[in-house]
T-cell receptor, first 114, second 114 residues
Framework: AQSVTQLDSQVPVFEEAPVELRCNYSSSVSVYLFWYVQYPNQGLQLLLK??????LVESINGFEAEFNKSQTSFHLRKPSVHISDTAEYFCAVSEVQGAQKLVFGQGTRLTINP | DAGVIQSPRHEVTEMGQEVTLRCKPISGHDYLFWYRQTMMRGLELLIY????????DSGMPEDRFSAKMPNASFSTLKIQPSEPRDSAVYFC????????????FGPGTRLTVT
């Protein structure tokens, strides 16, 4: 079975500052990794994913995440945040073989202050 | 495409009443997922279907919960009888193909049981 730990439940930062949201996972098999974002009163949207290949993946709105197999981590970063990035961010994993199930972390609430 | 459609968006009911939540997945998607989100437990997978067949219902909390998918364009999640601890946001998501393709989430149904 897989598990996901998001180390920070809340992260407050100032606008235009860099941010890192931490995610560690545990699994006995190979996994795919995802970051989803949930804006207030909305469903989750896929932000980026790692399936294979380059360990650094990027989203269209400036976020990036790096898969680190030895550290079993998939931290999310952005060099300069905007007010519109205020949301809850969820890290998730699924098995490479077979299952379609996503296992989510508890979420990190990112608050951007002006 | 209209995305995943859920109804109702909000439901307030009294303890002991039957509640039915509805979901229409994205056309052509052959996987459908039901999730529950609470402050205490985060985002939990309740059940998922592939080609209208339930594949894994291990997340369904108890016999009061049941889910059906009578055809490719409609699914229901029923709680009977409802209890205050069932209060949560229930999300439906759908995806296409195998191996961790993106799951598209609906806007959710906020259920309050008094």
């Amino acid at each position: 079975a897989q598990s996901v730990t998001q180390l920070d439940s809340q992260v407050p930062v100032f606008e235009e500052a860099p941010v890192e949201l931490r995610c560690n996972y545990s699994s006995s098999v190979s996994v795919y990794l995802f970051w989803y974002v949930q804006y207030p009163n909305q469903g989750l949207q896929l932000l980026l994913k790692y399936l294979s290949g380059s360990t650094l993946v990027e989203s269209i709105n400036g976020f990036e995440a790096e898969f680190n197999k030895s550290q079993t981590s998939f931290h999310l970063r952005k060099p300069s945040v905007h007010i519109s990035d205020t949301a809850e961010y969820f890290c998730a994993v699924s098995e490479v073989q077979g299952a379609q199930k996503l296992v989510f972390g508890q979420g990190t609430r990112l608050t951007i202050n002006p | 495409d209209a995305g995943v459609i859920q109804s109702p968006r909000h439901e307030v009911t009294e303890m002991g009443q039957e509640v039915t939540l509805r979901c229409k997945p994205i056309s052509g998607h052959d996987y459908l997922f039901w999730y529950r989100q609470t402050m205490m437990r985060g985002l939990e997978l309740l059940i998922y279907f592939n080609n209208n067949v339930p594949i894994d219902d291990s997340g369904m909390p108890e016999d009061r919960f049941s889910a059906k998918m009578p055809n490719a364009s409609f699914s229901t999640l029923k709680i009977q009888p409802s209890e205050p601890r069932d209060s949560a946001v229930y999300f439906c998501a759908s995806s296409s193909g195998p191996l961790a393709n993106e799951q598209y989430f609906g806007p959710g149904t906020r259920l309050t049981v008094t």
